[in-house]
C-alpha cells in the first residue's frame, strides 16, 4: 500500500491555507548542491550574488531547516545551505531538473504520484527525511 505519514491539518487562518497565500502548483529547479559558509557574517543575499542564484530560491531550500531565514540573515561559519547549481546548457541537456511540487488541502500521495506519472512508492521515499 502507498501511504505517507499523516500531516496535520492547516488550521483556518495558516497563511500556508491556499486561499490565503498563492503558492503555484509545481515549481521548477535546477540541481543543487550544499554551501559552507566561509566567513561569519555573510548572508544568503551575499551567497546569491556570489552563487550568481537567486536569493530567495536560497531561501526556499533552507526554510525549513533554519526558522526565520531571510535574505539578509547573518550566518556562522561552517553552516551549510542548500543552494541551486548552476548548470551551463550543454550540460542541462543531460540532467533533468528536480521538480518540486506544493501539495495543496487533500492532495494524497496516491493523486500527486499519478500527476507525475511516478510509482506511489518511489514519490514517498523520495520524500521521506
Excluded at 15 to 25: G, M, S
Excluded at 57 to 82: E, Q, S, W
Excluded at 117 to 122: G, R, T, V
Aim: charged share 25%.
Amino acid at each position: 500500500e502507498c501511504s505517507a505519514p499523516p500531516a496535520e491539518p492547516l488550521p483556518p487562518t495558516s497563511p500556508e491555507k491556499a486561499d490565503v497565500l498563492a503558492l503555484p502548483f509545481d515549481t521548477v529547479s535546477s540541481p543543487l548542491t550544499n554551501y559552507e559558509v566561509k566567513r561569519p557574517g555573510e548572508t544568503p543575499a551575499q551567497i546569491a550574488k556570489k552563487l550568481n542564484v537567486n536569493v530567495w530560491d536560497i531561501i526556499f531550500l533552507n526554510k525549513d531547516i533554519y526558522k526565520d531565514f531571510v535574505p539578509n540573515a547573518r550566518l556562522m561559519k561552517g553552516t551549510i545551505l542548500h543552494v541551486p547549481l548552476k548548470v551551463s546548457l550543454s550540460d542541462s541537456k543531460n540532467t533533468s531538473p528536480t521538480k518540486w511540487f506544493v501539495a495543496k488541502e487533500n492532495d494524497t500521495p496516491r493523486k500527486i504520484a499519478k500527476k507525475f506519472s511516478l510509482p506511489c512508492k518511489k514519490l514517498v521515499e523520495a520524500n521521506l527525511h
